[in-house]
């Protein structure tokens, strides 16, 4: 079966510092990974995902995510953090069905 | 990508009486989902809505309670029946699409 590791529940940054949001997961197959944010009473929002070939990929928001096989991670990462940033992140991985599987979520809060 | 329109977006309801949430996408899908997720927490997948068959359920969800419909590619409905407070909760719609997975905007139930 399938499951995302996301471990830490709660990421501090501040502004204009970088931020990474950490993510590993496990998967029998090529993994289909995805980042998702979701800010106070909204949705999810995409922001990247990878499906195969370049392992740095780019995404929504000045987000970016490296997919590393051997380590079985899929990071997000933002060079330079915004207050805007702050919210809640979550990695996903589709299974078979095409169901996802979320981690358990990470609160990212940038201070000014 | 695709837009859902889900609603409502909250209720308060009383104990053993049911809600109905709808989601309506703005281009035809083939496979949409729904989920329940705690404040802060993560998602839990309800069931996959098959257009023209039954919903196909996860474990620890049964029709009877979570009673689906899928009259076409753009529609899906989720009735949560004979509420308790324990139903209280986040309910989303997603939708799988070429680019990925679009979500509803939630519907934030409470039960008293």
């Known amino acids: 079966a399938q499951s995302v590791a996301q471990p830490e529940d709660q990421v501090n940054v501040a502004e204009g510092n970088p931020l990474t949001v950490k993510c590993t997961y496990s998967v029998s197959g090529n993994p289909y990974l995805f980042w998702y944010v979701q800010y106070p009473n909204r949705g999810l929002q995409f922001l990247l995902k990878?499906?195969?070939?370049?392992?740095l990929v780019k995404g929504s928001y000045g987000f970016e995510a490296e997919f590393n096989k051997s380590q079985t991670s899929f990071h997000l990462k933002k060079p330079s953090a915004l207050v805007s940033d702050s919210a809640l992140y979550f990695c996903a991985v589709q299974a078979a069905g095409n169901k996802l599987t979320f981690g358990g979520g990470t609160r990212v809060l940038v201070k000014p | 990508s695709a837009v859902i329109s889900q609603k409502p977006s909250r209720d308060i309801c009383q104990r053993g009486t049911s809600l109905t949430i709808q989601c309506q996408v703005d281009?035809?899908?083939?496979?949409m989902f729904w989920y329940r997720q705690q404040p802060g927490q993560s998602l839990t997948l309800i069931a996959t809505a098959n257009q023209g068959s039954e919903a196909t359920y996860e474990s620890g969800f049964v029709i009877d309670k979570f009673p689906i419909s899928r009259p076409n590619l753009t529609f899906s409905t989720l009735t949560v029946s004979n509420m308790s407070p324990e139903d209280s909760s986040i309910y989303l719609c997603s939708a799988k699409t070429e680019y990925g997975y679009t979500f509803g905007s939630g519907t934030r139930l409470t039960v008293v």
């Open positions: 281009s035809q899908v083939t496979m």
């Open positions: 990878y499906i195969t070939g370049d392992n």
